[in-house]
């Protein structure tokens, strides 16, 4: 089997350059097989978060995979009741009982505190940011980072003694956060792309699939290497095999310059995406 493509973080860890999302996938044997699936067609990264409810699940369906440990990349994110340097410890030590693994490869804070609804946000973000600054030190998790921070949220920690190395965000055709995504690069933080096919909504858009027909290849596979053409990783969902094999074939397409103008150029209006942190009411 070919072995995947990867990024390299900041601090050299290595990151294959796409992951195999974990949301909506509760079943608990639908969840271990997914897994199982996925890395048996050579995903090397995982997905998770303490929300999804499936930490455990995503854990049995790696160890029931055989391999090794150190071959797969396993993200799981600190949720959004459990902020500030004490809870964040222990939603860290839940989870790693939960993938019963002894360290994680990548821990993020899943959305930021929001000035909308805190008065002190800032200081919330950075002290659930120390806790992740310490496993880190303590060699519990090989690279932090955050998912859901826009550029308000990521500029103080941007000043931190260590700078998150990954920050996970929405990103598809027709929503591409160009504030969040610039700042991000320039500071040398890895982007990861979440619904990177638009939760399957960018299967109708008549632009993808022209475009699709044209290189003869699936509307997802568009999606993927348009994630890629940015420098972002895509992080992908499918409970169903021949689709998680299909997605892993947008890792070799290479979308020319023009048709990646074309898909930039779709614009952000397309109605339904665009969680903004400051908005939504779970934040
Ligand atoms: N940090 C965050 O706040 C955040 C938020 C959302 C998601 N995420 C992460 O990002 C991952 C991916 O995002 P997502 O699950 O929202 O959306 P997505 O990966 O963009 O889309 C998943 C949907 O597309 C369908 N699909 C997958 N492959 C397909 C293909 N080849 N052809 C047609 N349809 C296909 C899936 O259906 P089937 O499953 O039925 O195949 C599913 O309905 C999540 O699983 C999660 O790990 C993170």
Redesign the pocket.
Known sequence: MESIKTFTLKNGIKIPAIGY????ITNPQECIDSVKSALNLGYRHL??AFIYGNEEFVGQGFKESGLKREDVFITS?VWNTERGYEKTLKAFSETLKKLDCDYLDLYLI??PAVSAKYSDYNELNLSSWKALENLYKDGLVKAIGV??FTVPHLKPLLDCEIKPMVN?IEF?PGYLQEETVKLSLENDVLVEA???????RL?DNPILQDMAKKYGV?I?NICISFCLSHNIIP??????VE?MA??LKGLNLVLKEEDIKKLDAIGGNLGWSGQDPEKIDFA
């Open positions: 999302g974990t949301y909506k997905d998770t994110k899943h959305w998912s859901n996970q598809h979440w619904s990177p096919l638009g939760r399957g299967m699936s997802a992080l992908v969902k499918s409970a169903h689709r299909d997605n």
